[in-house]
């Protein structure tokens, strides 16, 4: 079974910092795009940072300078530092990517881990 597994939410006070994880694992071919996207109570799930399968990334504008997406292409991994938190980054975090299986390419979501920040 191919899934996304993600780790490393929690609570923290404001200006602290939280470092989520998001592996894949099952039977991968190949993976283009991964990113991360939260989703606050209330609100529409929002793209937070994206990155390529080259290393290119992208930023939500709320978050520049304060997050930094990272991928190990060999653990098929991708990273979020989040340096100086904000409780308006309360939200379920969700890791997405772009996989490719014996089945071709899809969208794949991991389950979400909760971060928490208090003011």
């Known amino acids: 079974q191919v899934q996304l597994v993600e780790s490393g939410g929690g609570l923290v006070q404001a200006g602290g910092s939280l470092r989520l994880s998001c592996a894949a694992s099952?039977?991968?071919?190949?993976?283009?795009?991964m990113g991360w996207y939260r989703q606050a109570p209330g609100k529409q799930r929002e793209l937070v940072a994206a990155?390529?399968?080259?290393?290119?990334?992208n930023y939500a504008d709320s978050v520049k300078g304060r997050f930094t997406i990272s991928r190990d292409n060999a653990k098929i991994s991708v990273y979020l530092q989040m340096n100086s938190l904000k409780p308006e980054d309360t939200a379920v975090y969700y890791c997405n990517a772009d996989v490719k299986t014996f089945t071709g390419w899809g969208e794949l979501w991991g389950q979400g881990t909760q971060v928490t920040v208090s003011s």
């Open positions: 099952g039977r991968i071919l190949s993976i283009n795009a």
């Open positions: 990155i390529t399968s080259g290393g290119s990334t």
